[in-house]
């Protein structure tokens, strides 16, 4: 297991910090926060760059785009809005359609003008950065959805969802219609991340389990379990064969050996 390093910590909120992105071309850290504010930081020197109230209800998710001055935000107030840094940070669009809080966003790494959201309605809607209405919404899980992740695989683009009735789906992008299930978790699933360039999907869920899938075949390569509560981010460090947790009652790095059988990840 890899021992972590803490650099530095600081205070941002008396309130829960549900999502913080880097912004490298800037030096900045981007937080949303249960007050319902974004805060802007200077991630080397931690002074504040902006604070400004964003929505009406908790920010479950931000998320940046690659090229231009654009951050999505998404909340409990059910709308998802677009911010401007170049110009003030107005609000450049309001995204209207979930009938629920959305628990996240996602851009497409194929295509960054166009964007997935995960809501507890029990969808996942498509937008496109030009438009307020949806695109097109995909409706298969039975309870909210809280996590969605893009992956691309034969010159074809997928979309994985994890939900609040335990189970992961993957839905074909063109055909708008759901491939495959994955079962196996016995509480929601939380969070859902696929391997940059192993054939492998890693979900978590509060069953205190990460499951690893084969991504072609679907097959469940293996379940693991850290005793550090339940899992609620996943991320890969770029560049690394090494996957971040984010659990109740820590973080944890492991590093995936390869895509088949029990030796996929070792702590």
Same mark, same amino acid.
């Given at each position: 297991?890899?021992?972590?390093?803490?650099?530095?910590?600081?205070?941002?909120?008396?309130?829960?910090?549900?999502?913080?992105?880097?912004?490298?071309?800037?030096?900045?850290?981007?937080?949303?926060?249960?007050?319902?504010?974004?805060?802007?930081? %200077?991630?080397?020197?931690?002074?504040?760059?902006?604070?400004?109230?964003?929505?009406?209800?908790?920010?479950?998710?931000?998320?940046?785009?690659?090229?231009?001055?654009?951050?999505? $935000?998404?909340?409990?107030?059910?709308?998802?809005?677009?911010?401007?840094?170049?110009?003030?940070?107005?609000?450049?669009?309001?995204?209207?359609?979930?009938?629920?809080?959305?628990?996240?966003?996602?851009?497409?790494?194929?295509?960054?003008?166009?964007?997935?959201?995960? $809501?507890?309605?029990?969808?996942?809607?498509?937008?496109?950065?030009?438009? $307020?209405?949806?695109?097109?919404?995909?409706?298969?899980?039975?309870?909210?959805?809280?996590?969605?992740?893009?992956?691309?695989?034969?010159?074809?683009?997928?979309?994985?969802?994890?939900?609040?009735?335990?189970?992961?789906?993957?839905?074909?992008?063109?055909?708008?219609?759901?491939?495959?299930?994955?079962?196996?978790?016995?509480?929601?699933?939380?969070?859902?991340?696929?391997?940059?360039?192993?054939?492998?999907?890693?979900?978590?869920?509060?069953?205190?389990?990460?499951?690893?899938?084969?991504?072609?075949?679907?097959?469940?390569?293996?379940?693991?379990?850290?005793?550090?509560?339940?899992?609620?981010?996943?991320?890969?460090?770029?560049?690394?064969?090494?996957?971040?947790?984010?659990?109740?009652?820590?973080?944890?790095?492991?590093?995936? %050996?390869?895509?088949?059988? $029990?030796?996929?990840?070792?702590?």
């Amino acid at each position: 297991m890899m021992a972590l390093k803490e650099v530095v910590i600081f205070a941002v909120v008396g309130l829960a910090v549900r999502s913080a992105k880097f912004i490298p071309r800037k030096n900045w850290i981007v937080t949303g926060a249960d007050d319902a504010f974004i805060r802007v930081y %200077n991630y080397n020197t931690l002074e504040k760059i902006i604070e400004f109230e964003a929505h009406q209800d908790f920010i479950r998710s931000v998320a940046v785009h690659p090229t231009l001055p654009y951050l999505l $935000s998404a909340s409990d107030d059910k709308t998802i809005k677009l911010w401007d840094w170049e110009n003030g940070w107005i609000c450049a669009r309001i995204f209207e359609g979930h009938s629920h809080y959305v628990m996240q966003v996602a851009l497409n790494p194929k295509d960054s003008d166009t964007f997935a959201s995960a $809501s507890l309605d029990g969808t996942v809607k498509i937008w496109s950065i030009g438009s $307020s209405a949806p695109s097109f919404t995909l409706d298969g899980h039975s309870k909210g959805v809280n996590c969605v992740d893009y992956f691309d695989a034969d010159n074809k683009t997928y979309l994985y969802s994890g939900s609040d009735d335990f189970t992961a789906k993957v839905w074909d992008y063109q055909t708008k219609s759901c491939v495959q299930t994955l079962e196996g978790h016995l509480h929601n699933v939380t969070a859902v991340c696929v391997h940059p360039k192993l054939p492998l999907v890693i979900t978590g869920s509060e069953d205190e389990t990460v499951r690893i899938w084969h991504a072609a075949t679907y097959k469940l390569e293996n379940t693991l379990k850290y005793d550090l509560g339940r899992i609620w981010a996943i991320k890969f460090i770029k560049g690394t064969n090494q996957v971040v947790f984010g659990c109740d009652y820590g973080i944890l790095v492991v590093k995936i %050996n390869g895509s088949d059988g $029990s030796d996929s990840v070792k702590e």
